[in-house]
């Protein structure tokens, strides 16, 4: 046998591992082949990660048993989420921190778009896939990131509220009766508690301005012992270094005494733009991050210690000093990014760059399982199906992942592409062409 032929056998057999450690949780016997059946469907090279097309590759003899299989598993049977994704996040962190530290938790949302007002969570809204307000779904998540390697370890649907509070609706959607509303980054705060809860562990909490911006939001990171860096809007209002609110006034005749801290019209905050246009060219210093497709990134950065302002005057004392970190690229007339952060004041500016920038590690994560493993493929209504779809890609995606930390980084990237991994399947009729192919004859 060639060395090439040896690879993939052992490829197969390390996938087969990895599956039945997944299917430990299935909860039932029946379940563990239709599971292993849903997650080699979408690591198949094939264009629409549906059920259809992945029955008619997986078992082109008998498509309908198949279609029936696959489609009871991910829409019906009642399998758990959380456990499944947690024997993905224990088999992946493995081979992900074997020579790398976990660096980071990523928070972040994804949208797909979707017409129609019956599917599960469907409303107009933000679709950050579209850029624009559309119809769509958003699920928020959190990944565990290495500098290296990074997988989704929590997922759920957001529910907005013209879902969360239509009862019929969420009857025909079988949406579980303790959804309710949440804000997202409330929602993200809960998958934060929930591995902070399962021990997992830790990294710094990374998430852009949607989340960043929310006071609420970064307390509840604090108060959960942890280190955020996080995106902040140009508008948020910070105190200056070494400046504070003013300290609370004279006691009156009567009364208690004051106890909140002031501003008044020449002592105020400045907007988070308008201290960075205070900076001169010598605050900012050049910082290169990381090696990326068109060569070493680079940028001009400044770090300063500020204090939040947000409601302060409600306050008896003022906000913890934090990094204000400033993106200001040399082409750029004004800044373009900042970020808030409380890592420790000693950090290098180097290192704080480079933790605040391992964001970009959860865009890949959804780029390829959308583009390499169907994540929005699925058909489907329910609530039930639309996650048992994502947590199933997760998985897929977590073998990837696994693979892919086999090798250096300047091995044979034709070997950790989604399509090259090999398992035995029969050979599909070429005369089937399933439904949703976009062209004559196309395979599925």
Same mark, same amino acid.
């Given at each position: 046998?060639?060395?090439?032929?040896?690879?993939?056998?052992?490829?197969?057999?390390?996938?087969?591992?990895?599956?039945?450690?997944?299917?430990?949780?299935?909860?039932?016997?029946?379940?563990?082949?239709?599971?292993?059946?849903?997650?080699?469907?979408?690591?198949?090279?094939?264009?629409?990660?549906?059920?259809?097309?992945?029955?008619?590759?997986?078992?082109?003899?008998?498509?309908?048993?198949?279609?029936?299989?696959?489609?009871?598993?991910?829409?019906?049977?009642?399998?758990?989420?959380?456990?499944?994704?947690?024997?993905?996040?224990?088999?992946?962190?493995?081979?992900? *921190?074997?020579?790398?530290?976990?660096?980071?938790?990523?928070?972040?949302?994804?949208?797909?778009?979707?017409?129609?007002?019956?599917?599960?969570?469907?409303?107009?809204?933000?679709?950050?896939?579209?850029?624009?307000?559309?119809?769509?779904?958003?699920?928020?998540?959190?990944? +565990?990131?290495?500098?290296?390697?990074?997988?989704?370890?929590?997922?759920?649907?957001?529910?907005?509220?013209?879902?969360?509070?239509?009862?019929?609706?969420?009857?025909?959607?079988?949406? #579980?009766?303790?959804?309710?509303?949440?804000?997202?980054?409330?929602?993200?705060?809960?998958?934060?508690?929930?591995?902070?809860?399962?021990?997992?562990?830790?990294?710094?909490?990374?998430?852009?301005?949607?989340?960043?911006?929310?006071?609420?939001?970064? %307390?509840?990171?604090?108060?959960?012992?942890?280190?955020?860096?996080?995106?902040?809007?140009?508008?948020?209002?910070?105190?200056?270094?070494?400046?504070?609110?003013?300290?609370?006034?004279?006691?009156? $005749?009567?009364?208690?005494?004051?106890?909140?801290?002031?501003?008044?019209?020449?002592?105020?905050?400045?907007?988070? /733009?308008?201290?960075?246009?205070?900076?001169? *060219?010598?605050? +900012?210093? /050049?910082?290169?991050?990381? %090696?990326?497709?068109?060569?070493?990134?680079?940028?001009?950065?400044?770090?300063?210690?500020?204090?939040?302002?947000?409601?302060?005057?409600?306050?008896?004392?003022?906000?913890?000093?934090?990094?204000?970190?400033?993106?200001?690229?040399?082409?750029? /007339?004004?800044?373009? $990014?900042?970020?808030?952060?409380?890592?420790?004041?000693?950090? #290098?500016?180097?290192?704080?760059?480079?933790?605040?920038?391992?964001?970009?590690?959860?865009?890949?994560?959804?780029?390829?399982?959308?583009?390499?493993?169907?994540?929005?493929?699925?058909?489907?209504?329910?609530?039930?199906?639309?996650?048992?779809?994502?947590?199933?890609?997760?998985?897929?995606?977590?073998?990837?992942?696994?693979?892919?930390?086999?090798?250096?980084?300047?091995?044979?990237?034709?070997? +950790?592409?989604?399509?090259?991994?090999?398992?035995?399947?029969?050979?599909?009729? #070429?005369?089937?062409? #399933?439904?949703?192919? *976009?062209? /004559?004859?196309?395979?599925?």
């Amino acid at each position: 046998m060639s060395r090439h032929r040896t690879y993939f056998s052992r490829e197969s057999e390390r996938l087969q591992a990895y599956l039945d450690g997944l299917t430990r949780v299935a909860g039932h016997a029946d379940r563990v082949v239709p599971i292993e059946n849903y997650t080699k469907g979408l690591m198949l090279p094939i264009e629409r990660k549906s059920v259809e097309p992945m029955a008619a590759r997986l078992a082109p003899g008998n498509v309908r048993q198949m279609h029936q299989s696959l489609h009871h598993i991910v829409a019906d049977a009642p399998w758990s989420d959380d456990a499944l994704l947690e024997q993905v996040r224990r088999q992946v962190l493995t081979a992900m *921190t074997k020579k790398h530290k976990l660096a980071a938790w990523i928070v972040d949302d994804t949208g797909f778009p979707k017409k129609g007002t019956h599917s599960v969570g469907v409303a107009r809204q933000y679709c950050g896939q579209l850029g624009k307000q559309d119809n769509c779904r958003v699920a928020v998540s959190v990944s +565990l990131a290495t500098e290296h390697a990074s997988i989704p370890a929590t997922y759920q649907l957001y529910l907005p509220e013209i879902w969360a509070n239509d009862p019929e609706r969420r009857r025909q959607a079988g949406v #579980p009766t303790e959804i309710r509303f949440q804000t997202k980054p409330d929602m993200a705060l809960g998958h934060i508690r929930h591995l902070v809860n399962e021990d997992v562990p830790r990294g710094v909490v990374l998430a852009d301005a949607a989340y960043g911006d929310d006071s609420g939001f970064r %307390e509840g990171i604090v108060s959960l012992g942890l280190c955020y860096a996080v995106g902040i809007k140009s508008s948020t209002t910070l105190w200056p270094p070494g400046i504070v609110p003013l300290p609370p006034g004279p006691k009156g $005749k009567m009364g208690r005494p004051p106890r909140l801290l002031r501003r008044d019209e020449q002592h105020q905050p400045l907007s988070a /733009k308008n201290l960075a246009l205070c900076l001169s *060219t010598t605050d +900012l210093r /050049k910082v290169s991050w990381r %090696e990326g497709i068109r060569g070493m990134m680079r940028s001009r950065f400044a770090a300063l210690r500020v204090r939040a302002a947000h409601r302060d005057y409600w306050r008896k004392e003022p906000h913890p000093e934090q990094w204000l970190l400033i993106e200001w690229p040399t082409t750029e /007339k004004e800044p373009t $990014k900042y970020w808030l952060s409380n890592l420790p004041a000693s950090i #290098p500016l180097r290192k704080l760059v480079a933790i605040t920038k391992l964001r970009w590690r959860i865009e890949r994560d959804y780029e390829e399982l959308k583009q390499e493993l169907g994540l929005g493929h699925f058909e489907g209504r329910n609530w039930r199906g639309f996650h048992h779809h994502a947590t199933l890609a997760i998985a897929a995606y977590g073998f990837l992942v696994q693979e892919r930390c086999l090798f250096p980084p300047s091995g044979n990237s034709s070997l +950790l592409q989604t399509g090259n991994i090999r398992f035995p399947l029969p050979s599909l009729s #070429p005369a089937f062409t #399933p439904r949703g192919a *976009t062209g /004559k004859n196309r395979k599925a």
